[in-house]
């Protein structure tokens, strides 16, 4: 199902799968109609269905990343890139390991840095000299995309985060204990990710259900980060059904 709503287009699919597939099939159009885009990418759970499905079509030849670019959306701060916990390692595992992107242009912030500042600056350079022409966002229980927490300052670029303590309860799955849950990232800004020509926003599961609600609906308010997406000019969500779950009706009757 497809619906427009105040400027956005969301699709809504039966399933994660589906709604995996949708995006896959979105990222690889961008790169087919512009071999040498600039692709805004993103970590955690909901994602991993896409790069499976951008990894089976480039084994099918359907899809060529050999000019492609890009540029993660955080890392955690501080951590090694060899750390399994890491999202570079988690973008060479799940996806670049497996395409053909050229040595050099898969950019992630750097959680090493040991000059941080100066390491967001040069970050948000080279973000701004590429320009990126598909950001792919994911979407937080609290509403965060990219680690912009909620009190969020819209104009912020590239920059050190301490993390929500929801955003490390949410995360702590993926780690032993809690406590090994980084408390720091550095983030791409909402001023980076309003910046790109085209967003598609990613969310699958009841638990996404309300912020959903809240971002399409709500208040443009700093309490609900993705909330500034409203005045994005070219927003595409993908939801499944349950991640839908409170916004289906409304939609239909608006
Ligand atoms: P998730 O995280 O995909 O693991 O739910 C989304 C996010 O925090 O942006």
Redesign the pocket.
């Known amino acids: 199902m497809r619906i427009n709503y105040n400027g956005m287009t969301i699709f809504v699919k039966d399933n994660y799968e589906s709604m995996s597939k949708k995006a896959a099939a979105l990222v690889a159009a961008q790169v087919t109609l512009k071999a040498d885009s600039v692709l805004g990418l993103?970590?955690?759970?909901?994602?991993?269905g896409m790069y499976q499905a951008l990894v089976q079509m480039y084994l099918q030849d359907e899809v060529d990343f050999s000019e492609a670019i890009s540029f993660n959306?955080d890392e955690y701060y501080p951590i090694d890139a060899s750390n399994p916990q890491s999202y570079h390692y988690y973008m060479e595992e799940k996806f670049f390991k497996h395409v053909n992107f050229k040595e050099g242009n898969n950019h992630l912030p750097d959680g090493k840095a040991l000059d941080v500042e100066e390491a967001c600056k040069a970050y948000d350079e080279a973000i701004y000299e590429h320009g990126i022409d598909l950001q792919v966002?994911?979407?937080?229980?609290n509403g965060?995309?990219?680690?912009n927490e909620p009190d969020v300052h819209f104009e912020s670029s590239t920059h050190l985060v301490k993390l929500d303590v929801g955003?490390i309860e949410?995360?702590a799955r993926f780690f032993e204990t809690i406590e090994e849950v980084p408390t720091r990232a550095v983030s791409m800004g909402i001023k980076n990710i309003m910046h790109a020509k085209k967003i598609i926003l990613?969310?699958?599961?009841e638990?996404?259900a309300d912020i959903i609600e809240a971002m399409i609906f709500g208040d443009i308010t700093p309490k609900v980060p993705a909330s500034i997406l409203q005045l994005h000019n070219d927003v595409t969500m993908i939801l499944d059904q349950a991640a839908a779950g409170k916004i289906l009706a409304k939609l239909m009757a608006a």
């Open positions: 993103a970590t955690g759970s909901t994602p991993e959306l966002l994911g979407i937080g229980n965060h995309i990219g680690f955003t949410a995360n990613i969310a699958s599961g638990a996404k």
